[in-house]
């Protein structure tokens, strides 16, 4: 359920036919405005603030609950994998309205910098822990994960580009 100033708004597979479907976008949207405005409202902060770009699940024959695995094994090749539907939307999603607190920030002498990682992951299905995000031994029944990530794994190099990002920022490179 959605609510804005104490009234539902909304819902996400609400089985309710009397209230208005709304979008997984619709709440990533109003949280990252939310985020945005709170951050551009510090007072005297004159800083960086940095942002990772939303990443792409890899479910491969179903949804996470219907199924769905990600068994690659190796990184796709530049030409086997394209964003779309879900990913796509959440991605554009984060980046409209990064562009927007980027926008009031400056005004206010804040500094942005966004750290797009989502092309880069999307090319990685082999990351995920899939079934094997639990001991061997247990006996679970569970949907593969493949949203989170293995540690070590692509993720790693998320940190390598972040320290970039802030040796640039500081002027040492």
Sequence with gaps: MFYSNRRVIGCLFCPE???RHRSSSFSYR???RTAFRAMNSLKNFKGTIFLRSFVPSHFEGGHWDKGGDCIRTKPFKSNESVMADYNLEMYNT???EYKIGEREGRKKGIKFSFMDMTQIMQMRPDGHPSKYGHWPQQNVTMANDCV???LP???DAWNDFLMELIYREDGSR
Aim: glycine share 6%; aromatic share 20%; with cysteine.
């Design 148 to 150: 989170h990530w293995c």
């Design 30 to 32: 109003r949280a990252w």
């Design 153 to 155: 794994g692509p993720i």
């Design 94 to 96: 984060q980046f409209q």
């Design 17 to 19: 036919s009397n209230i």
